[in-house]
């Protein structure tokens, strides 16, 4: 009887609490004329509120049976409105009990119950991958709107790729009007902007600028030591905005930071120090990041209850993880909508039916986002009912049997399939191939089909390269860096000309670039060929860099005349045919015209190098004519965009790069803007009283910087840049995606690439700046810091293979990039475990069945495989039309192709110029004059020979500075002849080694200018390690000339009026010329031939006997026979940085001199016969070819040397 009494009472308490409430302080409040009457009636009235509260909280007792809430019932509309503005009195009320001061009327309009029944708990439910968890939240708002059509419905989603996809299967289904989707950021935005907080928000480029102030202003003050050698390096400015994002996301508060640290090392306390004057920047200037905007969304739902209380339903879906920040926006948040709906993937029956949290192993990462979510909202999981069982039994079984014990195999019944290919290429182009069967056989839609890999990087030139080819609407889900297009390499490369010092390569590049017209530049303006005769001219001048380098080589060449040749020291050099005169001078006139309009102001502020940059870049032809004026045109712009869309195949890609190259640009004027520019005493450190004056609106000019550091500012902002190709409006397309990015979606059909061990699992690595233990220290400390070895792979896998409803192929290249053996990936096996179906192993050599062609290219392919016996063959030989010309194309490359595969050299293409014989016989006929140097030439590899002296092509090496081999022995051949030439005694050692210095000096102070090169900084160093060498060389010559006196030296035959040396044969006769480098006379009257090299490659008889060396026997004879100076005795080869003499010796030759002297007659009379005849196949005598070959770049047998 007293219990039912006391139930009674404060049930009636409750009902008559409206005839209580304080309406005659109300009242007052309306009545007040002026603000302190207000207030003071405020006041009371808050307090009789607040009393009559707390006079009902003594009467609920749950633990005596009475209710445990109780309703105030506020009659009048208008006063329920005021109580909902005080926060204060709201709060109060929820914090005593649960009671909430409500009026009908006003629960009608805002469709709300009068209390929190069992319906406005959050309902988390769990079901597996695919088993419909999408279409309950699709079918829940169906329900809502049917209801209420004006009701207010959020749903939040993971990625904007999942926005897509959700509202696409809403509007396939019904009911997206009104239906508000987003990602937690969107709804942090939508919540700031209900609570009136219109908070300037950070972008990318200005954060990235901030982070480097901060970096420098710490390293100026001496606080940031032990990341100071890092402070330039965009990577570092990277790192620290992933760990700024990850600490905001964690909630982690800067002086919790630096107080878990404050004991640590060094580097953790530096990143607490960036981290703290990071976050005070923006609670100084009152702006948020990204992440910042979740915390200020919360403390607005804290703040102000009366937020979103319109939210009739939340649906939060597709999320594998939750971080702290969105926890607590979303607990938040479910206290304020009517209903709330958490999809979660998990295995409901095993969770539920034995009462506990098994948790499979593919469920790892759910697992962790189920026990948190569960906490923030305390809420239990609920079993989807009734679930939707996936449409294809073999992926059903794959779903539940993925990773699990004791696993059984099913019958793929067509729809899992798997192929391993050779590599990459082959791999994407299989893939490729099913996809666009699914389209064409299994008439799916593009947007039902997906490519999934787990890095998409290394496939995207293959994916873009083979979509192209096959005709495939692609779509790729991730961004390009925006450094790769190029575009935007090209502008990049020119803006950094003036920062390297004007290169020559890129220069001449950017005179080459076909995205830059330089007709605007003027008079002097660069055309057709100027590019080739400025490199040419860059060559001859030795350019390596810098503006006086360049107008000294081009001011000399434009006082030389046209038609000057320098003869060469080696008669086989061919002169390079360079501008001179007055083209040489026009040339000049174009160079300063170029340097004028791409050089920027030494300083100048960051919005007027942006606006430099942007003249350059000029405008875009198509919204030229709509947003701006003729008198508003850059006149001088190199037509960047222009030349841009003039190339339909690749228009798109460049013009919206450059496009997020403009908005990079932009960034940067804001970052200068909302930052200032740095102070005098701190560099880049940016004052406080310029930041303040620009938020607060004050206009100050800002402080210039150097160019260079424009520019550094600019490249970093671009290499952390990505930017993404649209897609052609109202056109379906095929997604490729990474496994991240393809989480959540659903396909008909889904492509998994890369399932070879290390793609897929990809290593876990643990963090550059906050390493694994650091994170436990600090999660012990009571940051929530997540560890980043968690072994998520496994679940990122599950997920992947769960995109697909019907078919799932799985690819894999059983080759690695380096040619190497490739085993498949762990998850490949695990597959192959559960699904019976066999591996199709392909091979880019394997013939393609016309059926399975997916481009006119693979249709020609399987043609050509059958030999051109088909009747696809015959059928293509008869057509005239672009399939049957490409065959016709085909057939010839494959003829080409079985040449360049034979053993053996064969065919016009490969030296056999048999048919020019009669021609090459009237060139190198009998009157032809030789050197050894090219007989040696063509016993080194006939193309060499070929190649360089009959088509007298050189390779086109850059300029580099410093000497070469051949400048070099040039130096020594020219001071040992001059040293010997001025001693009265050539054969004394002392006199000789008294000499050397001052002809050394004479020579190396002459040869930058004679010989041509550009001294080094080293020069002066070299200079003394070359005389050494020559002391060397010269104190062992005289040790191995005893008896013998230097006779001759460089001396000519064939040149210069002297006899040229005649070799006789029965075929015919050789003439000969050439430098003997010396020629000793011993005592007996006899000659001593020796033959200087500046090179260390050892010499042997063996090279004499097989003719790769006959120069030295070929100058023995011509000093015996042509020049009658006697009989020859001996000669070797002298090696001068080794100071000893070879080891072919022409007395120590088997048979003696006239033997050495035969064999080498008969080696040049059969080169000059086989030139004459037309025999140069490349066969390179030693086995591999010289590296200074001009065919190295195009032939097809070049072997390079291997030491």
């Known amino acids: 009887m007293a219990l039912a009494w006391m139930r009674l009472s404060i049930l009636r308490v409750a009902s008559c609490l409206s005839t209580q409430f304080p309406s005659d302080n109300f009242r007052r409040i309306v009545e007040c004329t002026t603000d302190d009457e207000r207030i003071a009636a405020c006041r009371s009235f808050v307090k009789s509120v607040r009393k009559r509260v707390d006079e009902t909280v003594r009467y609920i007792r749950p633990d005596e049976g009475t209710f445990d809430f109780a309703i105030m019932y506020v009659l009048a509309e208008n006063v329920c409105y005021e109580i909902l503005t005080m926060p204060d009195l709201f709060e109060y009320a929820l914090s005593s009990w649960e009671k909430l001061p409500l009026e009908k009327n006003f629960l009608v309009a805002r469709q709300r119950p009068p209390c929190l029944s069992h319906d406005m708990l959050p309902h988390l439910f769990l079901a597996p991958a695919g088993q419909g968890k999408t279409h309950h939240c699709i079918a829940r708002i169906q329900e809502v709107r049917a209801k209420a059509p004006l009701a207010s419905l959020w749903v939040i989603l993971p990625n904007q790729a999942q926005v897509a996809a959700f509202r696409r299967r809403l509007a396939e289904e019904g009911g997206a009007l009104g239906v508000q989707l987003g990602t937690f950021y969107t709804f942090y935005a939508e919540i700031l902007a209900r609570a009136g907080q219109p908070i300037p928000r950070l972008l990318d480029p200005v954060q990235h600028r901030l982070l480097r102030t901060i970096v420098d202003q710490l390293c100026a003050e001496g606080r940031l030591c032990h990341y100071a050698p890092l402070r330039d390096k965009p990577g570092f400015i990277r790192l620290l905005r992933a760990l700024v994002r990850e600490l905001k996301r964690a909630r982690v508060h800067r002086d919790n930071f630096a107080a878990a640290v404050a004991d640590g090392e060094e580097r953790l306390t530096e990143l607490a120090a960036i981290y703290a004057d990071y976050q005070d920047w923006l609670v100084r200037i009152n702006w948020m990041d990204a992440e910042g905007q979740g915390w200020l969304a919360a403390l607005a739902l804290e703040k102000h209850p009366h ?349 919206a790069a450059l496009r997020a190259f403009k908005d990079v640009l932009r960034g940067l004027v804001l970052a200068e803007s909302v930052l200032g520019q740095a102070c005098p005493e701190h560099g880049r450190r940016a004052c406080p009283e310029l930041v303040l004056s620009r938020v607060e609106g004050r206009s100050r000019r800002a402080a210039p910087i150097p160019y260079a550091r424009f520019y550094t500012e600019l490249r970093g902002a671009v290499e952390g840049t990505s930017y993404t190709v649209p897609p052609e409006p109202n056109v379906p397309t095929v997604l490729a995606a990474s496994v991240l990015n393809a989480r959540g979606l659903s396909f008909r059909a889904v492509a998994l690439l890369g399932l070879s061990e290390g793609e897929f699992p990809q290593a876990e690595r643990e963090d550059t700046l906050l390493r694994e233990s650091d994170r436990l220290t600090l999660r012990d400390r009571g940051l929530l810091i997540e560890p980043r070895l968690q072994g998520d792979e496994v679940t990122f896998f599950y997920e992947a293979v769960t995109r697909a409803r019907e078919k799932l192929l799985l690819c894999r290249p059983y080759l690695a990039d380096d040619g190497q053996q490739w085993e498949p990936s762990p998850y490949w096996e695990q597959v192959r475990r559960l699904i019976d179906a066999p591996v199709e192993h392909v091979r880019p050599e394997d013939p393609l069945p016309a059926g399975e062609a997916a481009s006119s290219q693979e249709l020609v392919s399987a043609a050509a495989f059958t030999g051109g016996q088909s009747l696809l063959a015959a059928w293509l030989e008869q057509e005239d039309n672009e399939l049957s010309r490409a065959w016709r194309s085909t057939q010839m490359g494959a003829s080409v ?271 000059a016969a086989a030139v004459r005849a037309g025999h140069f196949q490349p066969r390179p005598s030693s086995g591999s070819c010289p590296g200074h070959c001009p065919a190295a770049a195009f032939c097809w047998r070049y072997t390079p040397r291997v030491w």
Request: charged share 25%; with cysteine; hydrophobic share 45%.
């Open 897 to 1167: 192709l079985r040449a360049r595969l034979a053993d053996e050299p064969c065919g016009s293409h490969e030296g056999d110029l048999t048919a020019l014989a009669d021609c090459l016989s009237t060139r190198y006929g009998p009157r032809h004059i030789w050197s050894a140097s090219r007989l040696e030439a063509y016993a080194t590899c006939p193309m060499l020979f070929w190649v360089g002296s009959s088509l007298e092509l050189e390779p086109r090496t850059p300029p580099e500075e410093g000497y070469d081999v051949r400048i070099l022995g040039t130096m020594y051949h020219r001071i040992l002849e001059e040293l010997y030439r001025r001693a009265l005694d050539p054969t004394g050692a002392d006199e000789l080694l008294a000499l050397l210095p001052t002809i050394a000096q004479e020579v190396f102070d002459a040869a930058p200018n004679e010989y041509g090169f550009r001294p080094t900084p080293l020069w002066d160093y070299q200079r003394q390690e070359l005389e050494q060498i020559l002391a060397d060389t010269v104190t062992a010559l005289v040790e191995a000339s005893l008896g013998y006196t230097p006779a001759a030296l460089e001396q000519v035959f064939g040149l210069e009026g002297q006899p040229v040396l005649v070799i006789h044969s029965d075929s015919g006769e050789l003439r000969l010329r050439g430098f003997i480098d010396r020629i000793d006379r011993g005592a007996d009257g006899r000659l001593r031939v020796i033959d200087y090299k500046a090179g260390s490659t050892p010499i042997s008889a063996r090279d004499l006997a097989e003719g790769r060396r006959v120069q030295l026997a070929l100058y023995a004879l011509a000093a015996r026979d042509a020049l009658s100076l006697g009989d020859v005795s001996g000669g070797f080869y002298w090696h001068i940085g080794s100071a000893k003499a070879s080891s072919l010796k022409l007395e120590k030759y088997k048979g003696g001199v006239e033997a050495a002297l035969q064999v080498a007659a008969n080696h040049a009379l059969a080169y």
């Open 307 to 655: 937020l979103c209380r319109d939210l009739q339903l939340l649906i939060v879906d597709g999320f594998d993880e939750f971080n702290p920040t969105q926890l607590e926006v979303l607990r938040l948040l479910t206290g304020h909508a009517a209903e709330t709906i958490v999809t979660l993937t998990g295995d409901a029956s095993t969770q539920f039916s034995t009462g506990t949290f098994r948790t499979r192993i593919a469920h790892r990462r759910f697992a962790r986002a189920l026990a948190a979510i569960t906490t923030a909202l305390n809420v239990e999981p609920e079993p989807l009912a009734p679930p939707r069982p996936a449409s294809c039994a073999p992926l059903a079984h794959l779903e539940a049997s993925l990773f699990e014990p004791f696993p059984q195999k099913h019958p793929a019944d067509d729809a899992v399939a798997f192929i391993e290919t050779q590599n990459r290429g082959q791999e994407v182009r299989a893939a490729l191939r099913w996809v666009k069967a699914c389209l064409v056989r299994d008439e799916m839609a593009a947007h039902e089909v997906a490519i999934i890999a787990r890095d998409l990087a290394p496939y995207r030139p293959f994916l873009q390269e083979t979509a192209a080819e096959f005709g495939l609407p692609l779509r790729l889900a991730e961004g390009a860096d925006l450094l790769t297009n190029p575009a935007v390499a090209a502008l990049l490369s020119l803006l950094s000309l003036p920062v390297l010092d004007w290169p020559r390569r890129q220069v001449v590049d950017a005179w080459r670039n076909p995205y830059f017209d330089w007709s605007g530049v003027g008079a002097d303006s660069i055309g057709e060929g100027d590019a080739d005769r400025l490199d040419a001219a860059a060559r001859a001048g030795l350019v390596i860099q810098g503006l006086a380098q360049w107008r000294e080589a081009l001011d000399r060449l434009a006082q030389m005349k046209p038609a000057t040749e320098v003869a060469a020291e080696d008669e086989d050099l061919a002169p390079p045919e360079v501008p001179a005169g007055a083209e040489a001078a026009a040339l000049r006139r174009k160079f300063e015209a170029f340097v004028a309009r791409v050089t920027p102001p030494p300083e100048a502020t960051v919005r007027d190098y942006a606006a430099f940059v942007e003249d350059l870049i000029g405008d875009d032809p198509k919204l030229a004519p709509r947003f701006q004026s003729p008198e508003d045109a850059v006149e001088n712009s190199l037509g960047v965009v222009a030349r841009a869309w003039e190339t339909d195949l690749t228009a798109q890609r460049d013009v």
